[in-house]
């Protein structure tokens, strides 16, 4: 009996995943509009499509797997902000580092760890909807440097954490933390559009190298919590974490402000948003969003 009860809860787990997988499938099929025209998404772009995106066009062809280092060939700045999102995004594929942690050190069943990614998931939804609201009021750059801060902050708490209650607490500082990547990313695609950067070309760039940076974390982050095991230090790999983030922030603070401002300035309305045919999402170069 309890073998069968617990297969039917681990089934349950699964089914119910699948279930909210089907519905976000059939609610992108029914409401979600294809901002993408069909002219765009031919394999080889026409003059005028070219010229509507200031040069820049959709290129898909991706050329080979090393084609990410082109994001580290158009000038300082555009180097600097795509070394920047990769050191970001390294503390998002952490693995299983969280739920161990939680049930080697601070005692939590596989329930309270659960309940761990449900508050991270509410959290970052919450800081998600205050992105376009918090660039108004602070800036792209002081809004990265400062989410930078606390994604640290939080890492680092949860390393030197103990107790439950500071490893909760981490959390706030933590989610606030995923509003570092959002300007250096349009700031990224605003670059490679001046620079002539094909759309298609960067999506391979950044998914060569988001790859590149989801298997190197992982093995990093798991060798890490071996190392801090043995040393008495389980949390070394929030710490580590928090130090990636750190050389991020000294490259944040290396940027001039001119160069978060003036880059989308540089383009007229035509060139910058497709003359109305797709998603106005990009930064304009007073901070603001424009939506």
């Keep these: 009996l309890v073998v069968c009860v ?4 681990i089934l349950t787990r699964y089914i119910t995943a699948a279930v909210i997988a089907s519905m976000s499938l059939v609610a992108q099929v029914i409401w979600v509009p294809e901002t993408l025209t069909s002219e765009f998404r031919k394999p080889k772009e026409s003059k005028e499509v070219s010229e509507r995106w200031g040069g820049a066009g959709l ?17 300082l700045l555009f180097a600097k902000l795509n070394f920047i999102v990769a050191l970001q995004r390294t503390r998002l594929y952490m693995g299983d580092v969280y739920q161990i942690f939680t049930q080697d050190v601070l005692g939590w069943g596989p ?10 998931g509410m959290m970052s939804s919450v800081t998600g909807l205050l992105t376009a609201p918090a660039v108004q009021r602070f800036g792209t750059r002081d809004l990265t440097i400062a989410s930078n801060i606390l994604a640290m902050l939080g890492q ?3 390393g030197m954490s103990s107790r439950s209650s500071v490893f909760l607490a981490s959390i706030l500082p933590a989610s606030l933390g995923v509003l570092s990547t959002t ?3 349009a700031l990224i695609t605003d670059i490679a559009r001046t620079k002539g950067i ?3 070309e960067l999506t391979c760039a950044r998914a060569n190298i988001g790859a590149i940076v989801r ?3 992982l093995l990093l982050f798991g060798h890490v919590y071996g190392i801090g095991s043995n040393l008495g230090v389980p949390g070394l790999p929030f710490i580590v974490s928090g130090i990636l983030l750190g050389f991020a922030q000294l490259l944040l603070l290396s940027t001039s402000r001119t160069g978060w401002t003036n880059i989308s300035s540089s383009m007229n309305d035509s060139q910058l948003y497709n003359n109305g045919t797709t998603t ?3 930064y304009c170069n007073t901070g603001s969003y424009k939506s």
């Design 215 to 217: 298997c190197g974390a």
């Design 6 to 9: 617990c297969t039917f809860l």
């Design 198 to 200: 094909g759309f298609g």
């Design 183 to 185: 300007a250096p990313q």
């Design 156 to 158: 680092l708490m949860a």
């Design 280 to 282: 106005k999402a990009t």
């Design 111 to 120: 329930a309270a760890a659960g309940i761990l990614y449900s508050i991270w």
């Design 59 to 75: 290129r898909w062809g991706c050329g080979n797997l090393f084609s990410f280092t082109m994001l580290f060939r158009h000038g």
